[in-house]
């Protein structure tokens, strides 16, 4: 439930999840699982479950009170006896009087009620902020926290691709080579090629879709298909080895072949805003 979301083909009697967003065609599935056996209603049955969990410190804080309580009712039993026995008239006005002061003076209420408030609080602003605590415990230990691993960069970034260098292998200038790569994606709903014609776009590039001529084009998720752009045959394909070290930490090269000959590359960059979001996490 973290990371990016990146397109997945699905084939007849595959699973899918509430709230999948169906990018191309039209599709009929089947509800396997309704009302509490949703993953919304297990997710709103998790948040409730740390909302009435125990922290440490709550558990402290009722030690204390199991001692502290008692010798608060004794204070104000003692307080109405010597009220009532040698205060002024009116004995019992006064008495009452002095006694409901102790108890409300002394009463632990904030003891007993601070920690479970707190974790009330946290964990529904957690919850709407798309964070899910588990247990009080954990959003109790989560300031003395000094490493955070996270499996995907999407999980604090907008996650979406970013068109982000373009390694030119052949004799065409990079404008050239963007605008070919740009136009031959111009009508795709792939990811990756709405980030290569966004980045096009951003330098400055007329994208023409109109001079693609594509006989089987399927918006589907996948390895690109071929396209007709100025009389020149584009057939994109993905590259499996990464050469360099900066492209293993960067992001995953994408090779566009231009009639058997590698005419470039435009890599692009899983999700951007890293830094941004670990800085506000802190």
Not at 143 to 160: E, S
Not at 250 to 261: G, V
Request: hydrophobic share 45%; charged share 20%; proline share 6%.
């Amino acid at each position: 439930m973290t990371g990016e979301s990146m397109p997945v083909v699905k084939h007849i009697g595959d699973t899918v999840i509430g709230a999948t967003v169906n990018t191309t065609g039209s599709l009929r599935v089947r509800a396997a699982k309704v009302g509490a056996d949703t993953m919304l209603a297990q997710i709103i049955r998790m948040v409730q479950q740390a909302q009435a969990s125990r922290a440490p410190i709550q558990r402290l804080a009722d030690a204390i009170s199991a001692y502290f309580v008692p010798v608060v009712i004794a204070t104000a039993v003692a307080t109405f006896a010597v009220w009532f026995v040698a205060g002024p008239a009116p004995t019992v006005t006064q008495a009452l009087v002095s006694t409901v002061a102790v108890l409300i003076i002394a009463c632990p209420c904030a003891l007993g009620l601070a920690t479970p408030l707190s974790i009330m609080v946290g964990t529904g602003k957690g919850a709407r902020a798309g964070i899910l605590i588990r247990s009080a415990e954990a959003l109790e230990t989560a300031h003395r926290l000094d490493t955070i691993v996270l499996d995907k960069t999407g999980t604090i970034t907008a996650g979406k691709p970013a068109l982000t260098d373009i390694h030119l292998t052949g004799t065409l200038s990079e404008n050239e080579l963007l605008t070919l790569v740009a136009s031959a994606e111009a009508d795709s709903e792939h990811p990756v090629a709405v980030a290569v014609v966004a980045g096009a776009r951003d330098r400055g590039i007329y994208v023409g879709a109109p001079r693609i001529s594509t006989p089987s084009r399927a918006r589907v998720s996948g390895p690109p298909s071929a396209a007709t752009v100025c009389s020149s045959v584009l057939r994109p394909c993905w590259l499996k080895t990464v050469s360099t070290q900066r492209d293993r930490k960067a992001s995953a090269p994408i090779w566009r072949p231009r009639q058997d000959a590698a005419a470039g590359r435009c890599r692009r960059q899983p999700g951007r805003g890293a830094r941004r979001g670990r800085h506000r996490q802190r």
